[in-house]
């Protein structure tokens, strides 16, 4: 049952990412790239400026933006996860039937639960203290 519901949701997961990452062309790319390479440089070999000009932190905030964007949608599948998680514990807990080691179980599922939504707000605040402390 638990095997089929992990599995369930790393296909949801894996869906859901799919349909989150934009159709890029291969000029987008090459200027992402080339605006990357020489905001991390911002050498000027000649007296003119190369056909792309270097926008100073382009680089940098392009690096925050998929950081950010990354740590949202790994906190969006951690959170359902974990409410996923704290109803089972609840319908282990009602099934329970006054078994003590299932009691246990139970409580112990939710517990886990919470403390994995809380790593997961801390984790949120972290990276985002950090992103606006660098740029």
Known sequence: ML?????????LASVFL??????????T?????Q????????????????PTSCNNGTGLSQLNSILRHF????????????????????????????????ITSAKNTILYAIIGLIIVALAQIMVHFVLVNIS
């Open 3 to 11: 095997k089929r519901l992990l599995l369930s949701l790393s296909v």
């Open 18 to 27: 799919v349909q989150l990452v934009p159709a890029v062309s291969a000029q």
């Open 29 to 33: 790319v090459t200027s992402q790239i």
């Open 35 to 50: 605006n990357g390479l020489c905001a991390g440089s911002n050498l000027q070999i000649s007296a003119n400026p190369p």
């Open 71 to 102: 740590v949202n949608i790994l906190s969006a599948i951690v959170g359902a996860v974990a409410v996923i998680m704290i109803i089972v514990g609840g319908f282990r807990y009602v099934t329970s039937g006054g078994n003590d080691t299932s």
